[in-house]
């Protein structure tokens, strides 16, 4: 099983749907959750950060948090052409950062 | 705040040489994480350090290598260069281990 683990995609929404993307992880000790962007070509970039179970919000994006499941999400609401890119999950374990392998998402106008 | 800072952006090196990159951290963070990608991957975790003190170590072989300076700057040297190591390299720094990572531009190598 992997540590963290994510469908790859790609998830197509139409331009102003909320896209929802999800993320499990294994280890029910982690502690700290994140949300990377990565464009083509770029490198990843941290969009959303997540202690708590329950939800953070952030202009469109929302991450939700769910320790008891061990699933952490990210909604994009109204969703532009501009998002589509790979969202990366990220979590904290034994004081190391594991990320999945990311989930694509395409937004079409 | 500058951000991380990886230099060079881009290598064009021949199978069987050596090399090296660099990262320099955002001011006050003391732990450098390398990831390499390539296409249709996720990104491979290959050693963080801490403290000039490699804590942890992915799956490579012994061929890639780090370390850290006293300022918190860290060089990967990849040795016998094979065309499978032609990637993205990336560093990214954080404040302690564990905690949010920001990435630099990354260092794109080609083994030819």
């Known amino acids: 099983q992997k540590e963290v683990e994510q469908n790859s995609g790609p998830l197509s929404v139409p331009e102003g749907a909320i896209a929802s993307l999800n993320c499990t992880y294994s280890?029910?000790?982690?502690?700290?959750f994140f949300w990377y962007r990565q464009y083509s070509g770029k490198s990843p970039e941290l969009i959303m950060f997540?202690?708590?179970?329950g939800d953070k919000e952030d202009g469109r994006f929302t991450a939700q948090l769910n320790k008891a499941s061990q699933y952490v999400s990210l909604l994009i609401r109204d969703s532009q052409p501009s998002d589509s890119a790979t969202y990366l999950c990220?979590?904290?374990?034994?004081?190391?950062?594991?990320f999945g392998t990311g989930t694509r998402l395409l937004v079409s106008p | 705040k500058a951000g991380v800072t990886q230099t060079p952006r881009y290598l064009i090196k021949t199978r069987g040489q050596q090399v090296t990159l660099s990262c320099s951290p955002i001011?006050?963070?003391?732990?450098v994480s390398w990831y390499q990608q390539t296409p249709g991957q996720g990104l491979q975790f290959l050693f963080e350090?801490?403290?000039?003190?490699?804590?942890n170590k992915g799956n490579f072989p012994g061929r890639f290598s780090g370390r850290q300076f006293s300022n918190s700057r860290s060089e990967m040297n990849v040795s016998t260069l094979e065309l499978g190591d032609s990637a993205l390299y990336l560093c990214?720094?954080?404040?302690?281990?564990?905690?949010?990572?920001?990435f630099g531009q990354g260092t794109r190598l080609t083994v030819v």
């Open positions: 990214a720094s954080s404040p302690r281990q564990g905690t949010e990572a920001f």
């Open positions: 280890d029910r000790g982690s502690q700290s």
């Open positions: 997540i202690y708590s179970n």
């Open positions: 990220a979590v904290t374990g034994f004081q190391k950062l594991v």
């Open positions: 001011s006050g963070h003391r732990s």
């Open positions: 350090y801490f403290s000039e003190t490699q804590r």
